[in-house]
């Protein structure tokens, strides 16, 4: 598939890194606003007016909101959202991958697991059985998710963070990097700690 990769950040090398190993073409790497750099890993970088032809798209933007607004831009404008899967990757038996998502390098998702459309799930995480993490959610690097745990839209899990079996974070809530989630966290949160806990909660999305 030729592929156009939407982003020119840290974040957009792992993906095309990702995607070329997995046998796809980068079509193009696509920014808001043309900045310094005229290419990414050797690939032309160029503005939404010059959008090259491509089978597909992919966002690659770390943040939620802004990846989810992208994605919505995308679709309005009738691309084609791409899934790009490592393949390092393990993904069980009747896993769901939703459209636009990335799994990146040695991820394993267990039996039964589905996964929301533009989802990240990043370096070496891991996603038991019967997990259900909603679209645009971001599942940092070496987070561990037992089973049956749900995630919210949007939702961001840091680096190293964990979930207990059964376990459910709301939307658009912010769990910090190494915390423990051993009790279900509410949506809109900022969530730190051993065990998780709320220490803000907002009625919109943190990162809006």
Known sequence: MRLLVMDAGGHAK?????????GHVIAGVVVDKPGDAAELLGHPVTSRAETPAADGFIVA???N??????FAEC????LVPATVVHP????GADVEVGRGTFVAAGVVVNTGARIGENTILNTSCSVD????????AHVGPQVALCGGVTVG??????????????TSVGAWTVVGA???????LPAHGICVGVPARAIHSTEEPPFA
Not at 75 to 78: G, L
């Open 75 to 78: 679709i309005a404008a009738r």
């Open 65 to 70: 909101a802004t990846r989810a607004r992208v």
């Open 14 to 22: 792992v993906v095309i890194d990702a995607a070329e190993a997995a």
């Open 153 to 166: 839209e949007g939702t961001l899990l840091g680096v190293g963070s964990c979930a207990s079996p059964g």
């Open 88 to 91: 390092s990757v393990v993904l």
């Open 178 to 184: 190494g915390a423990a989630v051993i009790n279900d």
């Open 61 to 63: 933007i770390g943040d």
């Open 129 to 136: 059985h019967d997990c259900v993490i909603g679209a645009h």
